[in-house]
């Protein structure tokens, strides 16, 4: 089947925006449901192809509709901290939701975003929460809804949170106490996610597969604090914390605005987020090295954009 029709959740994130630029370029039809048309309209409501919808997602009417009549739906809602029960309800209970609402509306292509690292066992509440929602997703398979997962390791582009932050930091603080210095990550390009993500929806062999997508080369987060601070032109001295003074800092940081930090993120760094699959044997090109993009968007930072980062995190 041709896929004409998407619903995108989670498309107004991070990762989202480019999936859904990618997918309006090539004429399909995206609907994109969020909590704050707002904050949706500069980059979505202007796509020829887009539909964005005010509504709560984990209000299962309004789901319904934005689910019926879409030819396949790509799951991209996810939380990086737990408050309020958002891993249960974000990471379980909502691909489940999607599963059984696909059923009922008759979609019968599901794609659906998860996270490297992502197991039963893993260290963190986020990386099992996920495993969770992963095992949800594969359930669809009997009923005829034909699935596939994807688990990025750590994402980089603009827009970014992750070295977007880091540039800020490094710009801010001369000295720098570090978590989990030797924490090992392999960035992948947020381009090529989006690509791959965008690729799969009328790919038969990507169906009931999950696959591990990661950049080129495996960094250390020592590493790439230190190239990010050569990158905006700063030598930030990295003091590498220990184990207890990482979960202190940590707890610090998760009681602040912004909740830059938590302990949970730093158990899921007890994990490397690494992985010898390359992508997809069906994907058309090699992911993008980190170094050939950061430079462009991170140095490119003006205080407009480092302030829109704030707002985002401040969900304003
Ligand atoms: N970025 C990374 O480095 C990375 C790495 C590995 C895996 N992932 C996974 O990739 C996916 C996309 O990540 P991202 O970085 O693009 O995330 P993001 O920028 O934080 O976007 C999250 C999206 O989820 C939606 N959402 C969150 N909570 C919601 C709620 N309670 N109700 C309704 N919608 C909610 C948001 O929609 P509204 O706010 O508009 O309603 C937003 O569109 C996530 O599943 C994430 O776990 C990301």
Known sequence: MTIRTVCLLGGSGFLGRHVAHRLSAAGIEVRIPTRNRELAKDTLITLPTSEVIAGDI??????????????????????????RGGFQRNHVDLPARVVS??????????????????????????????????????AAGPHGIHWTV??????????DSFLSMFATFVRLFPVLPLGCANARFQPVFVEDVARVVAASLDCAASHGQTYDLCGPRVYTLRELV???????????????LSPGLANLQAFVLEHLPGRL?????????????????????WFDGA??????????YLADQTS?????????????
């Open 101 to 138: 609402l696909c059923r009922e509306a008759g979609v019968e292509r599901l794609v659906h975003i998860s996270a490297l690292g992502a197991a039963p066992d893993a260290p963190s509440a986020y990386l099992r929460s996920k495993a969770q929602g992963e095992a949800a997703i594969r």
């Open 304 to 316: 407009r954009t480092r302030l829109d980062r704030y707002r985002g995190l401040a969900r304003r």
């Open 150 to 159: 994807f688990r990025p390791s750590v994402v980089f582009g603009n827009g």
């Open 287 to 296: 992911p993008t090295p980190l170094e050939s993009v950061a430079p462009g």
């Open 261 to 281: 930090m938590t302990r949970d993120n730093v158990l899921s760094m007890q994990v490397d987020n690494v992985s010898a699959a390359g992508f997809p044997a």
């Open 226 to 240: 230190e190239y990010v601070g050569a990158t905006v032109g700063k030598r930030p001295c990295v003091v590498p």
């Open 58 to 83: 984990h209000d299962t009417n309004f789901l319904r509709r934005a689910l019926t009549g879409v030819d396949a739906v790509v799951n991209l809602v996810g939380v990086l901290h737990d408050g």
